[in-house]
């Protein structure tokens, strides 16, 4: 995106917020600073900032500090729940994208026949493509 803004392929650039633009305030502010220098506005729609206005870049650092303390507590906390949950033998598994499987009401993997069926061949392909490159790669040493 940068190397297209140097290219002046764009003089705008919209985001929903500061925590999407960049994770880590001093990166964020370095980036925001090359637009500037470049002509470049970023909006940040959630937080009503435009970076071409004067009082812009306070906000800025105030409110990405924040977004990055966000970030920082959920990360935690997700990881004191992962840890929490495994203690107690539990196990948290999205069944979405994992295909094949289902949980059951006890929140058990089980096979869903419908797609398991049609997922494991491609998956038997996979693994032999694998298999293959790994024992070609050995082959070679």
Sequence with gaps: MVQDAENKKFDLIITKSISRFDR??????????????????????????????????LMLSILSSVAEEELVSISQNMRW???????????????????????NKQGNLVINEERFHRFMPI???????????????????
């Design 24 to 57: 880590n305030t001093t990166d964020c502010l370095e980036t925001v600073r090359k637009f500037k220098l470049l002509g470049i506005a970023v909006e940040f729609e959630k937080e009503s900032i435009n970076t071409l206005t004067a009082e812009s870049e």
């Design 123 to 141: 998956f038997l392909r996979l693994f032999q493509r694998q298999k293959s490159a790994i024992l070609n790669d050995k082959e070679e040493r």
């Design 81 to 103: 729940s992962n840890q929490r949950r495994f203690k107690q033998g539990k196990l948290s598994i999205s069944t979405k994208r994992f295909l094949g499987y289902d949980k």
